[in-house]
């Protein structure tokens, strides 16, 4: 638990020291990279501990925004009160549809919720009247803390920030919890965990729900922040990134999946120094950190770990016999 | 009526390219266990072979037909090395990111080197028309869905009646005996990358004057694939091929009959429904990857 708090404290240190010494346009990035975070923690339920390939973490995300976007320009709610149908409504809908769904697995699955996917982003694109089609939905209210507006980088940013940190910890809770290592037992051996009395389709589907609900909160700050919401936002290809940053950070992990949000947010950035060909040499990146980090930077610290036990714990291993 | 068949001929040739895209799909899985999602890139590739070699170098059309395809067999040869070696022994999710990764350098490459300007792909039917008794059809359509007819006979003759395509059978049923028979494994899977490349270079220079040579045609490309390959039956050549002309013919006809905005949730909305009633498509393969 002191570690865990530990955790959160250092991030939000970290975070604000940030927020008070970078350029706006790297505050900006450091937004996105904390809903991406918050996003990723919540793929990492479905993908990190119960290892579902989902392919439509996207649409989940968006699904909140959306639902959001609409409720404050359409129907003049509060984006406070409307985060709360937002946020549930995704997780519902996301539990409707795993129930079905998640008997499925591998590129099944992966190739389901792609589909999921697709179509979620075909019916934002021409369900005009409700969703603006492919012009999307603008002006959509930002947040306010008792009067004071979260609308310039760095106030959403502290705001963004702790939630990043709050839904940090309430996963990490989860992980170490029975239902957390329930998860863990129905990736590794469904039958095995089948037969320990674990309800793998009650585990299953309450992991997938709870990666959606994640997503929603992602969703919901993403709308309020940019202020704006089109179809694009929420392809099949950011499912992907999703997945990419829970891989390259570290799956299984609450670090892994915020280091990785953020590594993947600015590394697109940092390229730009090498102009046009920039995104090519992305994608050669990410194929190159895949051969040779298939563990994740958390892997990498593993090993490094590993390979030079720190003086303490090789003292402590020669005092116990 | 005159309606109806135009749309089915237009129908059939796009499902052709599908069928083609799939099956290229089809061979790298079953070989290699690889769900590769560069496959739409192949294609893109493909047209884009056609582009430099027919209307950047002016080649006449066999020659330039000729050179494209040779492009694409080098093009999966170096994918066999620089993708497939590497990730083969990774778990299926990394393997679909390095895919896609890969896909968006090749998707960037591309457009550094010809531009986000659609181009226009000569046909050797360029602006000829059948008249059936008073429907017009494009002899392109007609040229596509036979001589996808022809590549399909004659994969069917390689598979069954040479020695590599039983080589290659065998190494898809199982590696590890195919090895202990003598066969040379990595030789042949590197063909069957090759083979891959080559059936989506095909459907790319088909496709080239069916729609613009874009560089992000890509991926609605791949997808389609993916659904085709699903309803088929994952992993089955009939499949991919039944699968292709159904995604196909449900664009064209969904698109007249149904609605222009959402002809393509059809083929998705089919793909979802035979993964949760019949994973194993319409071609029923053994499934070990379902609960």
Not at chain 1, 38 to 62: D, E, P, Q, R
Not at chain 1, 63 to 73: D, E
């Amino acid at each position: 638990m002191a570690l865990r708090l530990l955790g959160l404290v250092g991030l939000l240190v970290v975070g604000f020291a940030l927020s008070l010494s970078v350029s706006e346009y790297a505050l900006r990035l450091l937004n996105l990279a904390a809903i991406a975070g918050i996003s990723v923690i919540g793929l990492n339920f479905a993908f990190g501990y119960v290892g579902l390939i989902s392919l439509g973490h996207a649409a989940f995300m968006g699904l909140g925004a959306y639902i959001l976007a609409i409720l404050t320009t359409q129907a003049g709610w509060s984006p406070w009160l409307a985060s709360v149908p937002a946020i549930l409504g995704t997780g519902l809908c996301a539990a409707a549809i795993g129930f079905p769904l998640l008997r499925l697995k591998g590129h099944y699955l992966a190739l389901a919720t792609l589909g999921l996917n697709v179509s979620f982003v075909i019916v934002a694109a021409n369900w005009i009247e409700l969703t603006g089609g492919t012009n999307g939905i603008a002006k959509i209210p930002g947040l306010s803390i008792a009067g004071y507006a979260l609308s310039g980088e760095q106030p959403f940013l502290w705001f963004a920030l702790v939630i990043l940190a709050c839904l940090g910890f309430v996963a990490s809770l989860i992980q170490s919890s029975r239902h957390g290592r329930a998860m863990m037992a129905v990736r590794d051996d469904e039958t095995a965990a089948a037969m320990t009395g674990i309800n793998v389709t009650a585990i299953k589907v309450a992991a997938f729900a709870l990666s959606a609900l994640y997503a929603a909160v992602a969703g919901c700050l993403f709308a309020t922040h940019v202020n704006f919401v089109s179809p694009d936002d929420f392809g099949f290809a950011q499912s992907i990134t999703f997945l990419s940053m829970l891989i390259v950070g570290g799956e299984g992990t609450i670090v892994g999946a915020i280091l990785g949000a953020t590594l993947l947010t600015f590394l697109p950035e940092w390229l730009r120094v090498l102009g046009d060909s920039y995104l090519a040499f992305f994608g050669l990146m990410m194929l190159g950190i895949l051969i040779f980090l298939p563990t994740g930077i958390i892997g990498l610290f593993d090993r490094w770990r590993r390979r030079a036990p720190a003086p303490e714990t090789a003292a402590a291993e020669v005092a116990q016999p | 009526m005159a309606d109806l068949i135009q749309l089915l001929t237009n129908g059939l040739a796009l499902g052709s390219i599908y069928a083609l895209t799939a099956i290229g799909f089809v061979i790298v899985y079953s070989a290699t266990g690889v769900v590769n999602f560069a496959a739409g890139q192949f294609v893109m590739v493909g047209t884009f072979a056609g582009v430099a070699t027919l209307v950047n170098a002016g080649w006449p059309m066999p020659v330039g037909y000729i050179g494209a395809l040779v492009v694409m067999a080098l093009f999966g040869a170096l994918f066999y090395l620089i993708v497939y070696l590497p990730l083969r022994a990774s778990p299926i999710v990394t393997v679909i990111i390095g895919t896609v990764a890969i896909g968006i350098t090749i998707q960037n490459m591309a457009l550094l080197t010809f531009g986000s300007w659609p181009f226009p792909v000569p046909s050797p039917f360029d602006g000829m028309m059948i008249d059936l008794g008073g429907t017009v059809i494009s002899a392109h359509a007609i040229a596509v869905v036979i001589a996808t007819g022809v590549l399909i006979l004659l994969l069917w003759l390689l598979m069954h009646r040479t020695a590599i395509g039983i080589a290659m059978r065998a190494v898809a049923q199982d590696v590890k005996v195919a090895r202990l028979m003598g066969l040379r494994v990595q030789w042949l899977l590197a063909f069957t990358w090759i083979l891959a490349a080559v059936m989506a270079g095909i459907a790319g220079l088909m496709l080239g004057p069916m729609w613009f040579a874009d560089v992000n045609m890509g991926d609605p490309i791949a997808l389609k694939a993916f659904a085709a390959t699903v309803i088929g039956g994952f992993g089955s050549l009939p499949g991919a091929i039944a699968g292709g002309f159904f995604v196909g013919l449900a664009e064209v006809l969904g698109a007249s009959y149904v609605s222009s905005a959402y002809k393509d949730l059809i083929a998705f909305g089919v793909m979802i429904l035979f993964l949760l009633f019949r994973p194993q498509g319409i071609f029923g393969e053994k499934i070990q990857d379902r609960g």
